[in-house]
């Protein structure tokens, strides 16, 4: 008898209905037996309940350990702090995972892109303590621990020794912050040399590395960033294989995960059925290999890379240049997986 799984489905603001609506089809035509359970977060959250993320949200994840999550809108320049920062920090999601990969039938000025960003989750600059000294002087401060530095380090490596990855690289500002960035690396090389000499290891400084993404993406395999610094070359990183859209996320704490597509709410499109759902798709593939159920995730692989290389116009949604919208997608995509 098939194993059922027990996950927390957030659907989030704008899009996020749609494209985690169409996550949830394709899993559940996989024949994967999931017991969903609804909880909400962001503006709908605040709606509903008050906050935009009730307690309730957050003891579910704590319950159940699992989550297939849609995106979260979170105000510039005032307002509510950002819902998944919230998320990562109550739950100790200490490892953001981004792969990111060419894929067929997507053309970008890149080939054989497979980069995987492994990113520290839970301080940094995104630690969010800041205050204004004097009026038109704001001081941030970055929290940099000698053990979140070893324990992003150690799933970097970890990650790369299990997934048959060639080398992890490291990028800094040692330079320019010596004791901040300085103690990331100290503890990087720290964990490679005690557990992990089969690994190759290199460090470069963040604005080198991201030239040298620029210049040739092809040259780099597993990426382990501090916070900051894994938000900004994760986005970059997704550009070079076709943007957003067609990349997955998720955030890795111990026994616990929750899976999320990396693009925004995209409130301008929502509920207009123009959204892409790939990433929202391809996140839940990540999600059925954490729970074991590798061959369904292969399939649904399988079948969204088949409807992307055949290339037409009318089975792929327009920011990837086609026509279609989320339905219809997500339908291709399960019409290949039954056929």
């Not at 998320?87 to 981004?98: D, E, F, G």
């Not at 000698?146 to 990028?171: D, L, M, N, P, W």
Request: charged share 20%.
């Amino acid at each position: 008898m098939a194993k059922t799984h027990a996950v927390v489905l957030i659907e989030g603001d704008g899009i996020g209905p749609e494209v985690i609506g169409a996550s949830r089809r394709v899993i559940e035509a996989a024949g994967v037996s999931v017991a969903w359970k609804v909880h909400y977060a962001g503006a709908e959250a605040f709606e509903k309940h008050g906050a935009v993320l009730p307690a309730a949200t957050i003891e579910a994840l704590r319950e159940h350990r699992c989550a297939l999550k849609g995106p979260t809108g979170t105000p510039i320049g005032g307002g509510h702090t950002s819902v998944n920062v919230q998320i990562r920090q109550q739950l100790n999601l200490y490892a953001a995972v981004r792969p990111v990969r060419s894929i067929d039938g997507i053309d970008t000025r890149y080939k054989d892109v497979e980069i995987v960003i492994v990113r520290e989750n839970t301080e940094g600059l995104y630690s969010g303590i800041e205050h204004q000294i004097i009026p038109g002087v704001v001081e941030s401060l970055k929290i940099v621990t000698e053990a979140a530095c070893t324990r992003i380090a150690e799933f970097g490596f970890a990650y790369a020794r299990e997934h048959q990855r060639k080398s992890v690289t490291v990028f800094h500002k040692a330079n320019i912050l010596k004791m901040a960035d300085g103690l990331f690396l100290k503890c990087s090389r720290a964990v490679r040399e005690k557990s992990f000499k089969d690994i190759e290891y290199k460090e470069l400084i963040i604005d080198n590395g991201c030239m040298q993404l620029v210049r040739d993406p092809s040259r780099f395999d597993v990426l382990v960033l501090d916070n900051f610094y894994g938000d900004i070359v994760s986005d970059l990183c997704a550009g070079l294989v076709g943007g957003l859209g067609v990349v997955p996320g998720a955030n890795f704490g111990d026994g616990i995960a929750v899976f999320e597509s990396v693009h925004g709410s995209a409130p301008d499109i929502a509920g207009k059925g123009l959204a892409n759902p790939l990433a929202a798709i391809m996140s839940g593939v990540m999600m059925l290999n954490y729970l074991g159920e590798t061959a369904a995730a292969g399939r649904i692989k399988g079948a969204y890379n088949a409807v992307l290389a055949a290339r037409d116009p009318a089975l792929r949604t327009r920011d990837i240049g086609g026509n279609a919208g989320t339905q219809a997608f997500t339908d291709a995509v399960i019409a290949r997986l039954k056929g």
